[in-house]
């Protein structure tokens, strides 16, 4: 099923994120995981692409097997030094295996390049028309609600979201964000910039500390000092850090939807358990996640 009509149907939504193995050695601690995510039966579950497409083989087959699973699979796939070529067989790769939806991104820049300027493809937005060429396909991509590092500042950034839209991007998922109120600021200047596809909001519970700095090195993410004395108060005790960051990330989930915000994808690092937590707090607020369905 394609996203875009998951979203046609009114509801509320929560989707979950997954990423597949680096090496054969770990594929099947990998794929249980994956199982059991799509076990609770989300919206749809989303596969992330390795560096440079280092993991592309293992993302297709996770996704071939979150389908068979009965759950609507989104490949990501990356244009990082790609040629339409490659970008064509892994396409039709993906269309082999009943994938039927793509978030199409740039990708990050491999180890000590600091350009694009040798790349064929240097934007997701040119991504798109590619994945179009070789399939039928919902095509997603991603929005960022403190701007892209890269960015200049916010109004190009934006001017950059709206090239994904008028190139085919069906809908947007932002990058994982710790304080609602960048994101609400940050949806209103999408629709103002006549932006108007839905926007997933991204939401990451952070389990331990570490992965935390690794955060805001990577995406340099506003961590409210709310969250930060979280951190303070239980990174020694990691089942406590656990239970406070998946009651956090609840929190920020219902004030989204309090709010009118119908759709929430959770960045789940491959953590079952987190998954479930959440779904389960949210039983009665989200369609999907009540008992039995």
Known sequence: MKISEIFQNGQPTLSLEVFPPKTSEVYDSVEKATNEI????PDFMSVTYGAAGSTRTYTTSI???IEKAGVTALAHLTCVNASEETIRDQVLQLKDAGVDNILALRGDLPEGVEGTDDWIYKHASELIPVIKKYGDFCIGGACYPEKHPEAENLKSDIAGMKAKVDAGCE??????????NIFYNYLYRLREAGVTVPVVAGIMPVTNAKQMARIIKLSQAFIPRRYVALLDRFSHDPAALKQAAIAYATDQIIDLFANGIDHVHIYTMNKPDVAAKIRENLSAIVPSCKSGE
Not at 171 to 180: E, G, K, P, R, S
């Open 63 to 65: 996704a071939a097997n």
């Open 171 to 180: 809908f947007l998922t932002t990058q994982m964000f710790f304080d609602n």
């Open 38 to 41: 799509a076990a609770l039966k």
